[in-house]
DNA sequence: TTAAGTGCAAAATCTTTGCAAATGT
DNA sequence: ACATTTGCAAAGATTTTGCACTTAA
């Protein structure tokens, strides 16, 4: 089972022409642990022996090639997370709900849920939709039982 | 009419308890003149007189009051604009539409429109929601008519 | 072998902080 | 007069760029 998610991120690496390295791999088998999203400063924090402008070019290129996909949490701050399988280099699936958790601060990627559909005001020609939501994520929301 | 506004404009800061300052109106009658939120780059090139650090803490002061409120573009760049009647210190109410422009940049806030109940999946306690759409705007909407 | 990727140094931006001078009340 | 607010300088943080060295294919 982990040697078939290590193979399954070189595999990755290789429909998009994109070299194995030890960077790229480390960065996919973390942000694939989670089920949030991960900030960047937190990705730094987590891999300090990846050079920090290799991140950034790591992150941008994966970006790109619709590997993963950025959010911005309620600070501005650029947050990643693995692409659902719909995410292609041409259609970027990011249409889902992210959930910023105003206690723990994690952002999750919702991509179950369907967005209702949104009628907009005449004229505007919508190619995406992203709904941001924030308050208490299951965990934060089980501490402050009964207040 | 433009007296009016000025006035406006006066009681608003006075409501605050902010001092009546050049730039404070000055940022004022801007964001009120657009119909779209500005980023704040374009906020320092218009106000070139403004000091760029006394422009940060007009905006951040602006929105801790819920005189103005934030809102991230594609590229997480501020933006921002007058917040809409309903704003106040308590409660922010920003969870209307954006509506992103890829060709012309501008970030339109679309208050009037109601957003359709969202479920979330078990254990998410929401306070709010922001919704973010991106593609043409009217205006280059109908630049690109016809293909 | 060689094109792509990495790491380091350094530049360019962006944002915050401290403090003296200016300004609104 | 006095507390705020501003502007400048300078620190801190973030992001980008250039280039020599390394590595995957």
Redesign the interface.
């Given at each position: 089972m982990h040697k078939k998610a290590a193979n399954t991120f070189e595999a990755l690496l290789d429909k998009h022409h994109l070299k194995k390295t030890g960077p790229r791999l480390q960065v996919l088998s973390m942000l694939s642990s989670k089920k949030v999203a991960t900030s960047q400063p937190d990705l730094e924090n987590i891999m300090v022996d990846i050079d920090r402008v290799t991140l950034y070019r790591i992150l941008n290129a994966f970006e790109e090639k619709g590997i993963i996909h950025?959010v911005?949490d309620l600070n501005?701050t650029?947050n990643y997370a693995m692409c659902s399988s719909k995410c292609g280099e041409d259609h970027h699936h990011d249409e889902h709900?992210h959930?910023n958790c105003?206690t723990c601060k994690n952002v999750?990627c919702?991509d179950?849920?369907e967005?209702?559909?949104?009628s907009?005001?005449?004229?505007?020609?919508?190619?995406?939709?992203?709904?941001?939501?924030?308050?208490?994520?299951?965990?934060c929301?089980?501490a402050t039982e009964g207040k």
């Open positions: 950025k911005f501005g650029a709900l959930f105003t999750y919702l179950e849920l967005l209702p559909p949104i907009l005001p005449k004229g505007f020609k919508p190619t995406g939709f992203t709904l941001y939501a924030n308050g208490l994520c299951p965990k929301s089980l």
